[in-house]
């Protein structure tokens, strides 16, 4: 199981799991625990997360080559296809898909406006690399691992959509794996810390 993804409303979470080899999606409503299966197919689906307006659900379509990002209807019918990346998530508020593409450092957007795979791609952020870490986009910004502005070190780091800049917000070692999670009001970081003997989640406050 990996990448679960609460829809806009918090009443339901999507994720993939491996059954066994094939990754595909699935949705759980959190009142129940009711499960549904969203896709099947061959190569499978991975890394999903909800629309903005909770009809849909963006994914990776997971071949070993060329990572393809999908829009798949709540309601049924087939996965459509975008074009190629990964990790695809809607910005708050901007009707804007962020990716990344695997090979090429840096976070994407594409404006979701009319036909949106005719719309042109931008880059916003260049030092994004870890394309097995989630990007956290809010209202006004992102938040994402990167490269250190002072070196080529590890630090998480916050993008602003005014500044079109990025800041560092605390740097990394070695240690620190590529999972973390922000809680809704933006005051704590959690992320995921390779210890000698195991893997532990540590909290951070922010101000």
Not at 42 to 62: D, E, Q
Not at 112 to 125: I, M, P, S
């Given at each position: 199981v990996?990448?679960?993804?609460?829809?806009?409303?918090?009443?339901?979470?999507?994720?993939?799991?491996?059954?066994?080899?094939n990754?595909?999606?699935?949705?759980?409503?959190?009142e129940?625990?009711?499960?549904r299966?969203?896709?099947?197919?061959?190569?499978?689906?991975?890394i999903?997360s909800?629309?903005?307006?909770g009809?849909?659900?963006?994914?990776?379509?997971?071949t070993?080559?060329?990572?393809?990002?999908?829009?798949?209807?709540?309601?049924?019918?087939?996965?459509?296809?975008?074009?190629?990346g990964?990790?695809?998530?809607e910005?708050?508020?901007?009707?804007?898909?962020?990716?990344?593409?695997?090979?090429?450092?840096?976070i994407?957007?594409?404006?979701?406006?009319g036909?949106?795979?005719?719309?042109?791609?931008t880059?916003?952020?260049?030092?994004?690399?870890?394309?097995?870490?989630?990007?956290?986009?809010?209202?006004?910004?992102?938040?994402?691992?990167?490269?250190?502005?002072?070196?080529s070190?590890?630090?998480?780091?916050y993008?602003?959509?005014?500044?079109q800049?990025?800041?560092?917000?605390?740097s990394l070692?070695?240690?620190?794996?590529?999972?973390?999670?922000?809680?809704?009001?933006?005051s704590t970081?959690?992320?995921?810390?390779?210890?000698?003997?195991?893997?532990?989640?540590v909290?951070?406050?922010?101000?």
């Amino acid at each position: 199981v990996g990448y679960p993804h609460w829809s806009p409303d918090g009443k339901s979470i999507v994720f993939h799991a491996r059954t066994p080899r094939n990754p595909q999606l699935y949705i759980v409503r959190a009142e129940d625990g009711m499960l549904r299966k969203l896709t099947n197919g061959r190569p499978g689906f991975a890394i999903p997360s909800f629309s903005a307006n909770g009809k849909n659900v963006y994914c990776t379509r997971a071949t070993d080559q060329w990572p393809y990002l999908y829009r798949v209807d709540l309601n049924g019918g087939t996965a459509e296809p975008l074009w190629y990346g990964a990790s695809g998530i809607e910005a708050p508020g901007r009707n804007m898909l962020l990716y990344v593409k695997p090979g090429e450092p840096g976070i994407y957007a594409r404006s979701l406006a009319g036909d949106a795979k005719r719309n042109a791609e931008t880059q916003l952020v260049p030092d994004y690399t870890r394309f097995d870490s989630r990007v956290y986009p809010t209202l006004d910004g992102i938040f994402y691992i990167g490269r250190r502005k002072s070196d080529s070190g590890r630090a998480f780091r916050y993008y602003s959509f005014t500044t079109q800049r990025s800041l560092d917000i605390v740097s990394l070692d070695s240690n620190v794996g590529s999972v973390f999670a922000l809680n809704p009001d933006r005051s704590t970081l959690v992320y995921e810390a390779n210890t000698a003997t195991d893997r532990e989640l540590v909290e951070m406050g922010l101000r």
